[in-house]
Structures are given as C-alpha cells and as structure tokens.
C-alpha cells in the first residue's frame, strides 16, 4: 500500500503543476487578443490622421497665388523635414508657405514638382505585460481565485495524502486484513473516479487526471490481490482488469481525452502480464490482444488519436514478434495458429487506419501512410516466415491474396465510401507490387521475365486511359525488374550442356516477348506527359527514345545469343559456328542504319559509329574466318563451308556501310579530312586483298582437304602435327597470293583512284593513288622478286608494267581535258 499512497501524491503534484499549465495558457491567449486589437486599434488612427491633414491641405492649394521664388533651401523646408517632434504642430499650422514655395519652384525651373513631405505620427508601442500582471487582469479578485479556484486542489490533494497516511499506518498496525487492504483500494479509485465526475463540467483537464489516477489504483489494486495476497483466481483477475481496459476506453471518449485512451491502452497490454503465471497460453493472449484492438477500432470510429493507434500497432508487433521468434523452432509452435492471429491482426489495423478517415471524409497524414504500409509489409514478412517453416507451397498464393484483397480493399473504399484518392493510389499500388512479386516467389525463371513484360504493358495501358501516374511509376519500376530479370536468364546460355530446342526455348521466348513489350510501351507512351510530383521528375520524350534503343539492343541480343548457342551446338567446326553470330550482326547493324536512314533521321549518326565499329572488327579479326575454316576442317575431317558462304553476305554489308558513308557525310566533308581518305582508301584496299587472298585458298589445290590429306604423313590423331602440316600449306600459298595477286590488284586500284581524283579534282586522291603505286612497285622489287615461280614472276611484272604505262597515259590525257575544260569555264564566267 506504500506503492499506492505515492502514486496518490503523485497525481496530486501532477494534477496541480498541469492546472496552472492551463491557466497560464488561458492567460497567453488573452495578452495575444488584446494585442492584436492595439494593432487593430492602431492602423485606424493611423489612417485617420492621414486623413485628416489631407483635408487641412487641400484648400490652401486652390485658394493662394504662387509668391516670388523664395531660396530653394528655407528655413521653414527644414522645419517640415526635422524629426522633432515638439515643432509637428507649427508645420501643420502653415502648410501655405510650403505649397507656395513649392509652386514658384516649378514654374522657375519647369522640372518635375518636389512630392510634399507628410509627417507620419509615430506608432504607439504597448509594452507587454508580465505573467503576473496578465494574472492580475484575469483574476482582479485574489480572494476569490484563492478560496473558489485554488484552495479546492489543496484540500483534495491533502485529504488524499491524509487518507494515504491513515491507510499505511493501519496497515502497520495490522488493524486491516487482506481483504479490506483491497476493498480499501478499490474504494479509494472509487472516490476518487467520483471526484474527478463532479469536478468535470468546470475543471476537464484536471478531472482527467483524476480519472487517469483512479484507472491506475484499480490496476494497481487487483494486481496486489491477485500477487500478493491471491485473493482471485487468474481468470478473475484477468476478467476485472478486462472490465477495467474497457471501462477506461470508454471514459476516454466521454471526458474527449487522448491521454486516457493511451492509459488505457497501455493497461490493457500490461494486464495479461501482471495476471501472468508463466504458463504462456497463445491462444488466450493473443484472443485478449484481437479484442483490445477492437476496442481500439471502435475508439478510432469516434475520435482520430494517432497516438493511440501508433501504440496500439507497435505494442501488437513487438508482441506478435517476440512470441513467434521465441517459440518459432519449437516442436509444440503451431503455424497456423501463427498464420491466422497474424492475419487478423492485419485485419484489424487495415480498418482501424481508415475508419475515422471514413467517417470525417479526412485526408491520410504521413504517419498514417506509413502505417499503413508497414502493416501490410510486416503482415507479409510474417507470413512468409511462417509458411517457410511450415514448408508450404503457398508462398506465391499467399501472396497474390495479399494483392487481391488490397485490389479489393481499394475498390469498395473508393466506390462505396469516397476515400482520399492519395490513399486508394497506395492501396492499388500495393496490389501492384504483390503481384509482381507472386511470380518470382512462385515461380522460377523465364517465367518471372515473362510475367513482368506482360505487366509492364498492362500498366502503361492502364495508366493511358486512367492519368494516373501511379501505375506508369511502377510500370517503369517492374520495366527495369524485367530487364534484370532477363539478363539473368540469359545467363543460362553459358551452360552449353544444356540441349533448348531451336527458338521454341524458354530463354529466347523471354527475350522475345520482353522486346516486343518494350516497343509496344514505346507506342504507349511516345506521347504521354511527363511524371512530375515532389518525388520524381521522369520526361517521356527521353524515356520513350531509351525505350526505343533498349528494345531495339535486347532484340539483337536475343537474336544473337540464340543463333551463337544454336550454331555451337549443331556444328563441330568451331570458326564455321563462328560465322552465324558474324553474319547475324553485320545483317542487323545493316538493316538498323538502313531503317534509321528511312524513319529515325536523328538515329544515323549513331548507327554510322556502330558500322565503323564492325569494320574495325573486320579488319582486326574476322578477316581471317574463312582461313581458319579451312585449317579447322583438315584438323577435325569435316567439310564445313559456312565462313566462306556468309562472308559474301559480310562483303556487302561492308560495302553498304562505305556507301551510307559516302552519302551521309558529303565528299566535301572527306575531302577537307586531313587523315580520313586514307582510312578510307585502306580500308577498300584491305578489303578486297583479303577477298583475293580468300579466293586463292578456296581454289587452290593445295589447300583441298583431300590433297591436304594424302599430303599429310604423320599420325591422323596428332592434331598438332596436323596443325603445323596445313598452316605450312596455307602459307605457301598465301605468299605467292601476295607476290601475284596483291601487285595487280593494288596497281588497279592505283589506277581507277588516280581517275576520280582527277575527275573530282581532288588532290589528295591522286597523291594517294601514285603512293599506293609507289608501294606496290617497291613491293614487287623488293620482295615478290624473292623466291616467286618463273611464270608468276612474267605475269606480275608483264600486267604491272602494262597497268603503270596505261596509268601514266590516262594521267596526262584526262589531266589535259580537265585542265582545259576548267580554263573554258573561267573563260565563259568572265565573258
């Protein structure tokens, strides 16, 4: 009973400092009304006496005649400008003089007038009062505040400090029992629960901490007699402090008082603590715990008391969470007994958020969203947790429920009930996202990629017809799921052991399906508005154009991993396997710079750099394709031609690339390049040298697997000797190829540059053409004369003498007609 008595003292002390809290507050109001009517007050006379030295004014202006020019500085201007205030009247009395001096100025000099100088009157500050004369104000009569207001406290907190004294000092003497120590107890909450109902009507604030104390003496009361003195059963004890929680909610409500409302709370989740025998019956706690929160419920009907909810809603996780956590790996843990509390708990606090809303027509605060979120990601993490252990399937299916009654939810809050739309957006958002994530938690794979590709259309659609930017916001979230989802699909392919039937496989599907969704969300959103709020700032110009190329990537990609898997599987040849993925993007690059050139003008640029890429990768690299095939074929016994064949496809490709640069950028433009026509020109040169080079080892009979074969003496399985043996034979043959075939073709080439740079007069073609000369003669006598069969050594240097005396004729010739066809010309323009 000690704890009791000062518990009782300190109410006392609590209900005491929180009235004269009040009181002050009342008396800070009152000095902020008087202030703002002085202010009020204030501006009116301001705007009075304004008025009435215009009136004074005016009349002097009509009735005097303009006086001689006075001095431009007087003594009587000074006067009107001084701040003193003792000489305001005297320049009131003779603003005839002033008016005067004013006018004779302006006729004088013809300038603007000088604007009249009033004298504002000084604003009148009213001090501000102290505390304790505001209190003197309010209450004129100290004898009267003493003996109606004050003195009341003071003797209800020493009455109840007497009662404590005279209470503890029975209980020392043993006059009082058990029993009555808690009837006494009871009765003492009784009185004071009485006290504070009389004092209600005038006195809220400190009636509400009576009542406040009164709930704790009943807490406190049948705790002792259930813990010390085990004068109830727990179910009693249980019970009365059941009635108590539910006695204190609703005199929450009728004192309108969110304090009491928290209190109760708080003593509804302690209660089955302080009855608790460490038995730890779930199903009994947790009924308790739903009913508490009901009662909650019906209080947030009533009145919106965040705080109320918030504790509510952290003490119910914390006490879900501890239990589960704590018996989650015990043999007795019953899942679904964890399932079905968890879920009508969330349940409850879904309704619970939104029913005041509801009732007032409000608008959700910022902790109410949170809560709202955070119930619904607690309630899944939990569920998920518990479907875990319980090695259920039902993991996905848990989760589209969760999506399908927050879809639900949203509809009838929205339809039937009119709730702010910010809070619907939430709710469907959600659904949204437990959506998405119903396939990668049910699902594996290409499944997720495909699902998601699907989705993102369905929200570009939807937020098309419906402006909400909500779903093009998680569209563009789930989009860039999609993709990552791919890419790790496609991860698959480097696992070559696995056998994916040609395109009807689920990785190129995926890839498939996700590119056409990207363009179809093109065409949804190339015209859409931009996503502007507080969070996120997205323009669909740009995003339409990066969906555009990622689409445009990924269906190259997806076309390209397929054919480099299907062709590695289907053929042993490694460089005629080789030869599909080549093909397939010189093919693609080719008909994207084409369909740029047709429909995407601001496209071209772009593609030109990925074609002078793929002829950097030509010359460095995939030259040499059809060479390799051959040695591959000798080595492995096969009779694969694929590099040959396709490389024809990769010549023109090459030459449509040269052609599309020629067009795009105009010839003056590489005419003026220092360094670019003899890229150019190499690039030409190098090009068709490597189709001479390809073409003399298809045809040779030297390179012939059979002849290869029958020449070959070593070990048939020594693939190494085999190696050496075809790559001696191969370059045997390149070098008379080089010796023979390089000198014409390169004088040719000599030649027909040497015409169109006179033709086009221009200088730099030619210098080029008699260099590409110059070389290939310095080739033929420095090296293609070493160890060259008689009959190639005549028919390189017979065709390249023949070639350089035509080249030299046709120089001078078409030299002389140009020169004298450009002398005409000036001639005529001169005429």
Excluded at 98 to 110: A, G, P
Excluded at 231 to 255: D, N
Excluded at 394 to 403: D, H, P, Q, R
Aim: charged share 15%; net charge positive; hydrophobic share 50%.
């Amino acid at each position: 009973m000690e704890t009791l008595v000062f518990l009782i003292l300190v109410i006392g002390f609590i209900s005491i400092n929180n009235n004269i809290n009040s009181k002050f507050k009342k008396l800070e109001q009152t000095i902020d009304i008087l202030n703002a009517r002085i202010r009020s007050l204030q501006e009116k006379l301001k705007s009075q006496s304004l008025l009435s030295e215009k009136e004074n004014i005016e009349p002097t202006r009509v009735e005097k005649e303009p006086e001689p020019i006075p001095p431009i500085y007087t003594p009587k201007e000074k006067e009107i400008n001084t701040p003193d205030l003792s000489k305001e009247k005297e320049t009131v009395e003779k603003p005839a003089e002033v008016v005067r001096s004013q006018h004779s100025f302006n006729d004088q000099k013809k300038t603007a007038p000088v604007p009249e100088k009033i004298i504002e009157p000084k604003k009148i500050q009213t001090p501000k009062k102290s505390w304790f004369e505001t209190f003197k104000e309010k209450n004129p009569d100290l004898e009267k505040f003493i003996g109606e207001n004050l003195i009341n406290k003071v003797g209800i907190l020493i009455l109840v400090l007497g009662i404590s004294f005279f209470v503890k000092y029975a209980i020392d003497k043993d006059w009082i029992n058990e029993p009555a120590r808690v009837g006494i107890g009871v009765l003492c909450g009784a009185l004071v629960m009485g006290v504070a109902h009389k004092l209600k009507k005038n006195y809220a604030a400190f009636s509400s901490v009576l009542v406040a104390g009164a709930i704790s003496i009943f807490y406190f009361t049948i705790y002792i007699g259930f813990h010390e003195y085990q004068l109830f059963s727990q179910t009693i004890a249980f019970s009365i402090m059941t009635v108590i929680t539910a006695f204190s909610a609703l005199v929450s409500i009728s004192y309108n008082r969110q304090e009491l409302a928290v209190l109760s709370l708080i003593g509804g989740f302690a209660a089955p603590f302080m009855v608790s025998t460490g038995e730890g019956n779930y199903i009994v706690l947790f009924s308790y715990i739903a009913l508490l929160n009901i009662g909650i419920l019906a209080i947030s009907y009533f009145r919106k008391w965040k705080i109320a909810t918030i504790l509510d809603f952290v003490f119910t996780i914390v006490l879900f969470a501890g239990w589960l956590f704590a018996d989650f790996n015990e043999k007795y843990f019953s899942h679904f007994g964890a399932l079905t509390f968890a879920t009508l708990f969330y349940f409850i606090f879904s309704i619970t958020i939104v029913l005041n809303n509801l009732r007032n027509k409000g608008v959700f605060s910022k902790i109410e969203y949170f809560i709202l979120m955070a119930n619904t990601f607690y309630f899944f993490g939990i569920g998920m947790t518990i479907l875990k252990g319980w090695e259920s399937n039902f993991t996905g299916l848990f989760t589209l429920s969760l999506a399908i009654y927050n879809l639900i939810y949203a509809t009838i809050l929205y339809k039937k009930f009119g709730l702010d739309k910010n809070a619907i957006y939430l709710l469907v958002g959600l659904a949204l996202t437990f959506v998405t994530l119903t396939i990668p938690i049910q699902f594996e794979g290409n499944q997720i990629t495909i699902f998601w590709a699907l989705e993102v259309v369905l929200l570009f659609w939807l937020s098309k017809k419906s402006k909400i930017d909500s779903f093009k916001i998680g569209a563009v979230i789930v989009q860039i799921l999609t993709v990552i989802s791919l890419f790790m699909d496609w991860w698959k392919y480097t696992y070559l052991e696995q056998d994916f039937t040609i395109i009807l496989n689920p990785l190129f599907i995926s890839g498939f399906i996700t590119s056409i969704s990207l363009f179809i969300t093109y065409f949804l959103v190339k015209n859409e508005n931009n996503i502007e709020n507080k969070y996120i700032f997205l323009e669909m110009k740009f995003y339409s154009a990066l969906l555009l190329v990622v689409g445009t990537v990924l269906s190259y990609l997806t076309g390209l991993l397929e054919i480099n898997y299907q062709s590695y599987q289907t053929i042993q040849n490694y460089y005629s396997a080789l030869a599909f993925p080549v093909t397939y993007h010189f093919t693609i690059i080719a008909i994207l710079l084409f369909l740029a050139i047709k429909f995407k003008k601001e496209f071209i640029k772009g593609m030109l750099f990925f074609s002078a890429i793929s002829i950097v990768f030509y010359v460095v690299y995939f030259y040499s394709l059809p060479k390799f095939e051959i040695i591959e074929n000798f080595n492995l016994g096969t009779q694969s031609n694929y590099a040959y064949y396709f490389h024809y496809i990769i010549l023109a490709c090459l030459l449509y690339f040269g052609y599309q640069f020629v067009q795009n950028s105009s010839l003056g433009v590489i005419k003026n390049n220092k360094w670019l026509p003899w890229i150019f020109v190499f690039v030409i040169v190098y090009v068709f040298s490597n189709e001479v080079m390809i073409h003399g080892l298809v045809f040779s009979e030297a390179t012939d697997t059979v002849a290869l074969t029958k020449g070959f003496s070593g070990e048939n399985g020594d693939y190494y000797a085999k190696y050496r043996f075809v790559t001696a034979q191969i370059k045997s043959v390149q070098s008379q190829i080089i010796k023979i075939g390089y000198p014409i073709l390169w004088g040719l080439f000599s030649f027909i540059f040497l015409i169109v740079g006179i033709k086009k007069q221009w200088k730099t073609l030619r210098i080029i053409a008699l260099s590409l000369l110059g070389i290939t003669i310095l080739k033929l006598f420095v090296y293609d004369i070493k160890n060259v069969s008689e009959t190639g050594k005549i028919i390189a240097f017979i065709l390249l003498g023949v070639l350089i005396l035509i080249i030299s004729f046709v120089y001078q010739k078409i030299r002389k007609l140009v020169v004298e066809e450009d002398s005409e010309n000036k001639t005529d323009e001169n005429i």
